[in-house]
């Protein structure tokens, strides 16, 4: 009777563990304040400065700030989509799944927001830079 018990839990766990993030219930991330206030930040995420690097000159900026925390990729492609157009921010393009990117855009400034999904929680990455238009010919 005890390995039927045993064979039922390890069925159930297995069931559970095979969940993926697309069944799981979606919640709104509320914003946390850090150094760049144009740049939300969801509540919960952990900065991780030895990953991450920046350099200021003058007005001109640009960097790669890392952070760890607990959320889906659709709930962090939410949070950005619903946050950045309040800092000016506008959505250039995105690519949802497992890992998640996002580009926006601001006066002379290029945004790139990279998250990746651990299981639990996973490694958000913000990257921001000036912007240049290109001065290469169009490919036709």
Not at 118 to 135: A, H, N, R, W
Request: glycine share 8%; proline share 4%; with cysteine.
């Amino acid at each position: 009777m005890r390995i039927f018990f045993v064979i039922l839990s390890l069925l159930f766990l297995g069931g559970c563990l095979s969940l993926n993030f697309s069944q799981l219930q979606l919640r709104e991330l509320e914003s946390q304040s850090f150094k760049y206030e144009d740049i939300p930040l969801p509540k919960g995420f952990r900065f991780l400065i030895k990953d991450s690097i920046v350099t200021e000159t003058g007005k001109t900026r640009a960097g790669t700030l890392v952070f760890k925390g607990k959320a889906l990729p659709s709930e962090i492609t939410n949070f950005y989509k619903t946050n950045m157009p309040h800092y000016g921010w506008r959505l250039l393009n995105t690519i949802e799944g497992k890992q998640s990117l996002m580009n926006f855009k601001k006066k002379d400034e290029i945004c790139t927001i990279r998250f990746e999904w651990k299981g639990t929680g996973g490694i958000l990455t913000v990257s921001f830079s000036p912007y240049f238009e290109s001065d290469l010919p169009e490919e036709k």
